[in-house]
């Protein structure tokens, strides 16, 4: 499941990013689809997840009113834009499927978990004054 991450950069505390995931010959309209984020040192970390029967999103309580997933099945991609940025942000993300159509089974309601599935190669995010 090819999916191939975008958008990542440097960022001023307080800035935005958006970053996109584009699924690569085939269609995302059935899986759920989400981010986590992995800093140096740092265990991964569920950020979001967006599923694929309802739409119903899912964020961990660390950007919770700050980052907002949303999906264009038409495009095969899922965005995450994130806003009000701080240095703690900074991680690369990767998104990931494990080809579900909820994220309840997968992330859990408060993407705490990251599950078995494929990701991509993942964007650098750094946020920094």
């Known amino acids: 499941v090819p999916l191939v991450e975008s958008g990542g950069g440097l960022a001023q505390p307080g800035g935005s990013l958006r970053l996109s995931c584009v699924a690569s010959?085939?269609?995302?309209?059935?899986?759920?689809i989400g981010w986590f984020r992995q800093a140096p040192g740092k265990a991964r970390e569920g950020v979001s997840c967006?599923?694929?029967?309802?739409?119903?999103?899912y964020y961990a309580d660390s950007v919770k009113g700050r980052f907002t997933i949303s999906r264009d099945n038409a495009k095969s991609t899922v965005y995450l834009q994130m806003n009000s940025l701080k240095p703690e942000d900074t991680a690369t993300y990767y998104c990931?499927?494990?080809?579900?159509?909820?994220?309840?089974?997968?992330?859990?309601?408060?993407?705490?978990?990251?599950?078995?599935?494929?990701r991509g190669q993942g964007t650098q995010v750094t946020v920094s004054s």
């Open positions: 010959g085939f269609s995302l309209d059935y899986y759920a």
């Open positions: 967006i599923s694929s029967s309802d739409e119903s999103t």
């Open positions: 990931l499927t494990d080809t579900l159509s909820s994220c309840l089974t997968g992330w859990g309601p408060s993407v705490t978990a990251v599950p078995v599935g494929s």
